[in-house]
């Protein structure tokens, strides 16, 4: 089997944004041992889709679109299916009900245009979309599968996962595969590929990839067998042999993110959490909170982001800031204590206080500490530890990396693994 | 002219990569005028890649092709383009020159594999390429321009500003094109659509679309014209036609998002901001300092992730916290105003301060407050303003809209207009 992607959106042919809904699909459909031939980005022209969608099942028998399913007159991924099909649009009554109800759960009038959302091409399956008003599509026909999903990945990922997935394993070859994905924090993509190469290179029977981004990189290691078991298998060898390599630096091997790593941990332990934080402005309690659940162990953060809230609002001593400047490793530990004992009179013990202070830039910083330096400290019942780093240049880049470090110091600590 | 872009390379149709050369040469098109109506990307396959351009120029005049140049056997642009044009291969002693001395520079020898670059269309112009081994091609015949080019940016990206832009402009039509971009807050995206579809679509001339992003959303109208100037006055009329239907929800025409939009009134009228946060966990602290000199305003944040730190960390009445809970709008206001207290403390006056308490989910909610329900208050020296919303489930997205409307509140009450 082999599939083609179609996203659609003349926004997604201006300087600014990029179709991603296929990185997505492309990992979905390896898993299946479908191999993705093409992608194509086409604008909001209803005649060159239809030609696209036409083009694109001559050549291959699994085409999925992505986007033009909203209400508006410029969504026309399903009239052009219509042209490209031959088959015609029917009102599903049942979606407008459905649309109905949604707007009504909102308190808000649904506006006429909506109903656009509920045409079906003819002898296609509906897809329910519990996160949004458009509902997808799968057409099965001679030609092969045609799928409908919506734009927002929000959407698109469950409903592909959830409806999809299943209708396209009794379709997919008898071959699987298996990805065991190693979560490593602390160490840069570079340094990484140097240290695990002459490990994985040889194994080329397993295809490993590196995924990078700010403070998270990924291995990959993906096999194959005629079983899900016997894929699996297949990648333990190398898997064990990176994991000698690499230590307490992987954090995740289940596919959750060093926020909700480090959430774990902490609920785990029943330990309770404050944040004092400067340049991430925010970010680090936002990344905390991503996920549901995390009030049971997170009291809050203390967002300071001038001298005088560092000393109003945490108590930090005058003198100290006077002394070291808001950037500087005694203050890094002062914010952490302070935050500490709020998390304790608050949430009450065993308390954790962790906290950040940095220059993010552009401006700011000083010779010792120049643009880019970040102080983090970590305080629980055994005192206080701090680290010192370098991120270079770039504000929102530096504010990413920041939130990161601090996690992993969190995780490190909780875990009785040395901080540094 | 209409442009279409080919990416080619395996790689890209991994889970792990994308084509974002396409980003630059969009962009680089738009400023000449040329639309780009379609992006691809194709594997390292003879004959598809070949398919793929013959397709490309029959649609369109200017196809431009990135990748595949390498010295390797996998890379095929070079014989798919001979494919496809039906133009021979001629070797061009000149670039095994260029190649052997550039292996000489770096001291080591030539693979043979190289002279593979050396090989031009028939009837193409070869375009240097100063920072790698592969040149370009630029070939004119009686189907368009047809355009090579290597794939790693560091070389794209020069050649096509120093080789082709200058050939292009000769090509590239008087047209000249103007996008006036008016984003609007608090205005869902269909009930837009449903308000402004009956003034734009009778104006066929000016391409309108409808971005859309939780909380944000975006008019874009492109005009165009001879010059410059005469686009930009093709668009003001429909313009000022929306401008009228949608009044003080337009928040921006300069591109600035909405958090730059409420930085910059903070920063004009010189006041302080202090933010007390609940559900949306120190993103809108996070959202308000994106931007570089945000601590010229922003004296912090305090996120109060439960009860407790309500009332020990701002100082709410537990009595208040009791009689109406923590997701209400007596809680709200008393947040607003005790971080305009911490703003005037630590910054001075004029100080501001604005609160966010709700029900993110999936857990929490009550039967008057479902999950999604969310509390708004801004206070400033004349007093407090509340609001609620309900923006229904998904715990990510309801914290986005939660950010994105408070930011809206606090530029309503900067600005002077209604809060509600």
């Given at each position: ?59 291959s028998d699994l085409v999925i679109l992505s986007g033009g399913l909203g209400p508006t007159l410029d969504d026309l991924t399903r009239e052009a299916s219509s042209d490209a ?215 809050g953060s203390v967002v300071s982001y001038c001298d005088s809230a560092k000393s109003g609002w945490l108590g930090i001593d005058e003198s100290v800031l006077r002394a070291h ?44 500490d120049p643009v880019g330096t970040v102080y983090f400290a970590v305080a629980d019942a055994n005192g206080a530890r701090s680290a010192r780093r370098l991120f270079g240049r ?27």
């Amino acid at each position: 089997m082999q599939a083609e992607v179609i996203a659609v959106g003349s926004e997604l042919l201006t300087p600014s944004k990029l179709d991603t809904n296929s990185l997505y699909l492309a990992r979905k459909l390896s898993e299946l041992g479908i191999a993705l031939a093409r992608k194509a980005v086409v604008g909001d022209d209803r005649a060159s889709l239809a030609e696209e969608i036409r083009r694109a099942r001559r050549a291959s028998d699994l085409v999925i679109l992505s986007g033009g399913l909203g209400p508006t007159l410029d969504d026309l991924t399903r009239e052009a299916s219509s042209d490209a099909t031959g088959r015609a649009l029917v009102l599903d009554e049942s979606v407008i009900d459905e649309i109905r109800e949604r707007f009504r759960r909102f308190k808000r009038p649904m506006a006429e245009v909506n109903k656009r959302q509920a045409y079906v091409l003819d002898g296609a399956l509906k897809l329910d979309n519990p996160r949004g008003t458009a509902p997808g599509q799968w057409l099965e026909d001679d030609h092969g599968v045609l799928i409908l999903l919506p734009g927002p990945p929000r959407e698109l990922e469950p409903m592909f996962a959830e409806a999809c997935l299943p209708l396209l394993a009794s379709h997919a070859p008898s071959q699987r595969f298996f990805t065991l994905v190693l979560r490593v924090a602390g160490i840069g993509e570079s340094d990484l590929e140097q240290r695990i190469a002459p490990i994985y290179a040889p194994c080329t029977e397993i295809a490993t990839t590196i995924l990078s981004a700010p403070g998270d990189v990924q291995v990959h290691l993906r096999g194959q067998g005629t079983s899900e078991a016997e894929a699996q298998a297949a990648v333990q060898g190398l898997g064990e042999a990176i994991r000698s390599e690499l230590g307490d630096a992987i954090y995740s091997e289940d596919g959750r993110s060093l926020a909700e790593t480090a959430a774990a941990l902490l609920a785990r332990g029943g330990a309770k959490l404050a944040v004092a934080e400067s340049c991430t402005g925010g970010l680090l309690a936002g990344a905390l909170t991503t996920t549901a659940g995390s009030s049971e162990f997170f009291a809050g953060s203390v967002v300071s982001y001038c001298d005088s809230a560092k000393s109003g609002w945490l108590g930090i001593d005058e003198s100290v800031l006077r002394a070291h400047g808001a950037v500087s490793q005694p203050v890094a530990v002062a914010m952490a204590a302070a935050a500490r004992e709020r998390a304790s009179d608050t949430l009450g013990e065993p308390a954790i206080g962790l906290s950040v202070t940095g220059y993010a830039g552009p401006g700011g910083g000083t010779e010792a500490d120049p643009v880019g330096t970040v102080y983090f400290a970590v305080a629980d019942a055994n005192g206080a530890r701090s680290a010192r780093r370098l991120f270079g240049r770039g504000r929102a880049r530096v504010r990413t990396l920041a939130v990161q470090t601090a996690l992993d110091i969190l995780r490190r600590r909780i875990s009785g693994l040395e901080v540094a």
